[in-house]
């Protein structure tokens, strides 16, 4: 351990020896232990004292070699990760390749959407969309890909099956995210400039009414009764409650700073709200509709600045969640009972949004700045591959 | 009906339910000075509406969130004439608003702070950039949310040393403004290991700014005031005072980037900027002011965001109750930055990231990678805690 750590902290401070950056797809496994070593408590002071005023010539150089510490960090306990793997190693790594679904990833800055073959793991389609698609959902039936094209002003819709670009929808202004009801008759979608939810019929392809909600609408979410809609404001702070059937705001859930995502739990016994800015979840009784809890993370080494939750994923036992982090380019994973995170995943640079595979055996985010997507295998929780696709990748969603 | 009177007359009217059956209301001065500043580029002569703009914009948000927390923003705006009081405009907006917008020279603001200090009244120093206020001069009863000259400095030279733009070529103008921010860039040099090569002043003899065969005349004068310097990687111009700092880019005796007061500027906001959901609001503004948003509409935006954060997380109007949480260790406030802006509990400066803009694009945000610090990245902009001389009283 001793020579590894000074043998990195030597490394790094060269400037042509740098050794390369750890790569997402190397996954670990074991989460990072808090505590620390005396030699690792040292060396973390010692990067935070390096002096503020003094020229960085070789630019990245300290940034280096706090990523090598994590990467110290996150091996340290490699024989505890070899132990579970020797126990269900065969089971989760051995066992017969899953059925291949199909992942559709809508990339921002080039204005497409990927299609990812989750057998191969490969790319098989490049799709020309609209500008500017972020939120991305398959219709219930599964034969059509919506995918809000912001700066068009729509929402356009992709046939499954020809992998093209059929129709589009009335969506208010630059719609962001949007969510459908359980029949997949109903869509909501926020429209982020005029601080409304348009409410869409998609079988007219008929706009139906807007709900005038906070600053900024963005997160949006479905009780799994249908009764409820989650919508989120991010200059507001708030979780707007709303009736689906008077389509009026029953309740305004304050939350941290630059509320992005809502999810329920599959009980419908809470919503989790990640917040960007605050760092935080905010996990609310939606019958009470107050915050009974939040979950907050802490990650060595890194400022507390860089830990910016966005995308939120529930397995459908609703024990476990996974938490995306933003540029602190991490996954937490949490334990849903005890609100407390369990692990941290290394995956790409700006992690925003996720997808599970319908047999949840894979969680895939969207890794923004690194422009790739990063591939979990659940039960492992282990980066198990790194898909190179188009540029600011930024929603995925998985044919059901 | 009386507690809406209430409301109206006095700041100090707490919210009781969030959902009270009349807003609690609100009240928020702006005050700024009647003239406007005269810039080398006509492009960039600030508005009329400059600053209040941004206060504006941020009432519009504010009572949106308002709507569901009972409460209602709203805003008084004062100009100071040449020779008027600005004690007496600013107590008379005292009477009727908890919390003050300032835009004003450093002088007068301390006159205000003082006079409005027993009152409790909350200043935001929107407009002066002056160290001083945060300095030798600091109130406990000003907040700033303009960044500072070291804040823009070190900004500036946080970028230039990244790029290994490390040898300053140094002008500075006459006027006492810009002697400020050429000490400024001196220390931000020193800081960052820059070599200032050489200073060369640049006197304003008067004269006018705007001319019909203006261009001419420069094309001649720029490169002849820059020739024969030791050899440097990039200009700095200290010209606050618009004097002649714009006329630097592409006319350098030396092919050179200008970089200071024109070139390569560093603010707080910029039209152009669009990272961060920041196209939401640049949108918004457009909308509702027909041009435009500056760093002068971001820092009043800012402060009036800080009031609305700290009004809907106290779900009150108090004032008082609304400053301590200000001023307390939870809280911040999202302005389009990518981070969270803090407070500088030992002088009242509102943290922020600073950007490089060149005009027409975003070109860098500072602070730059691997500036590290303890506590703050973001403290690397600026005077740090163990250098402050305030101490707030």
């Known amino acids: ?400 | 009906m009386i507690r809406w009177l209430a409301g109206l007359i006095g700041f100090g009217l707490a919210a009781t339910s969030a959902f009270a059956a009349e807003p609690v209301l609100i009240g928020v001065g702006y005050l700024g000075v009647a003239t406007t500043r005269s810039t080398l580029s006509l492009v960039e002569q600030p508005a009329e509406n400059d600053g209040i703009a941004g206060a504006r914009l941020a009432i519009e948000d504010n009572n949106t969130t308002g709507k569901f927390t009972g409460q209602r923003f709203a805003l008084e705006e004062r100009r100071i004439k040449e020779g008027e009081d600005v004690v007496q405009a600013a107590t008379a907006l005292a009477d009727k608003n908890g919390f003050i917008i300032a835009d004003l020279p450093a002088d007068a603001l301390l006159k205000v702070a003082d006079a409005l200090r027993d009152r409790g009244t909350l200043l935001f120093n929107a407009g002066a950039i002056d160290e001083r206020l945060r300095e030798a001069d600091c109130r406990a009863n000003v907040i700033h949310t303009a960044p500072t000259r070291a804040m823009l400095a070190d900004a500036l030279g946080q970028y230039l040393v990244w790029k290994k733009w490390s040898r300053w070529l140094l002008v500075v103008g006459s006027h006492d403004e810009d002697k400020l921010f050429a000490d400024a860039i001196r220390r931000t040099a020193t800081r960052f290991g820059a070599k200032i090569v050489q200073e060369r002043t640049f006197e304003d003899k008067g004269g006018a700014r705007r001319t019909d065969s203006g261009v001419t005349l420069i094309q001649r004068q720029m490169p002849v005031f820059t020739q024969q310097a030791p050899a440097y990687d990039v200009l700095v111009v200290a010209d606050e005072s618009e004097v002649f700092g714009g006329y630097l880019p592409y006319r350098t005796w030396d092919p050179r980037p200008v970089a200071g007061s024109a070139g390569l500027v560093p603010r707080s906001w910029d039209a152009a900027q669009d990272q961060w959901g920041a196209i939401q609001m640049q949108n918004r503004f457009v909308k509702l002011n027909s041009r435009r948003m500056t760093a002068l509409d971001m820092q009043a935006w800012t402060a009036v965001r800080m009031i609305g954060e700290a009004t809907s997380r106290t779900n009150s109007g108090d004032v008082k109750k609304v400053t301590d949480f200000i001023k307390g260790p939870d809280f911040s406030v999202a302005a389009f930055k990518g981070t969270r802006l803090t407070l500088r509990d030992w002088n009242l400066q509102l943290r922020q990231p600073i950007l490089l803009v060149d005009g027409r694009m975003v070109v860098s945000v500072s602070p730059q990678e691997g500036f590290l610090h303890q506590v703050s990245e973001l403290d690397t902009l600026g005077y740090d805690r163990p250098e402050s001389k305030c101490k707030l009283k």
């Open chain 1, 1 to 400: 351990m001793q020579a590894e750590m000074s043998d990195v902290m030597r490394r790094s401070r060269s400037r042509d020896g740098a050794p390369p950056l750890p790569l997402a797809g190397e996954g670990w496994g074991e989460g990072i232990s808090t505590k620390k070593t005396p030699l690792e408590e040292q060396a973390l002071s010692r990067i935070a004292s390096l002096d503020a005023m003094r020229p960085p010539p070789q630019a990245g150089e300290v940034k280096q070699a706090r990523q090598q510490l994590q990467r110290i960090e996150e091996r340290r306990p490699l024989h505890k990760l070899m132990l579970r793997l020797s126990l269900f190693g065969a089971l989760a790594l051995v066992a017969a390749p899953a059925h291949a679904f199909i992942a559709y990833v809508s990339n921002e800055k080039s204005n497409t959407v990927s299609v990812i073959d989750t057998d191969s793991w490969t790319v098989t389609k490049t799709i020309k969309v609209g500008q500017r698609p972020r939120g991305i959902d398959f219709t219930r039936d599964g034969k059509f890909v919506m995918v809000a094209v912001g700066d068009d002003d729509t929402i356009q819709v992709i046939d499954a099956k020809t992998q093209s670009v059929v129709d589009s929808l009335p969506s208010g202004p630059d719609p962001e995210l949007f969510a459908q009801d359980a029949a997949g008759k109903i869509l909501y979608v926020a429209n982020e400039n005029d601080n409304t939810v348009t409410v869409i019929d998609l079988e007219k392809r008929a706009r139906l009414g807007d709900i005038q909600v906070g600053v900024e609408p963005e997160g949006m979410t479905i009780s799994p009764d249908g009764k409820t809609l989650i919508n989120t404001s991010e200059t507001t702070n708030m979780a707007h409650f709303i009736d689906t059937s008077s389509r009026q705001i029953v309740a305004n859930v304050l939350v941290d700073a630059r509320p992005r995502f809502a999810e329920f739990k599959h009980d419908s016994s809470e919503v989790w709200v990640s917040s960007e800015i605050g760092g935080t979840v905010s996990i609310i009784d939606p019958k009470k509709h107050e915050v009974i809890g939040k979950v907050t993370f802490e990650i060595p080494g890194l400022r507390k600045e860089a830990i910016q939750p966005v995308g939120i994923g529930m397995t459908k036992d609703d024990k476990t969640a996974f938490i995306a982090l933003g540029p602190a380019n991490r996954i937490a994973v949490v334990d849903v009972a005890s609100r407390k995170v369990t692990k941290y995943l290394l995956v790409g640079q700006r992690v925003w949004h996720m997808a599970f595979t319908p047999d949840e055996k894979y969680l895939l985010t969207t890794n923004g700045v690194s422009n790739d997507v990063s591939v979990i295998d659940i039960v492992a929780q282990k980066v198990i591959k790194t898909i190179q696709v188009g540029e600011l990748p930024w929603g995925v969603t998985i044919a059901p």
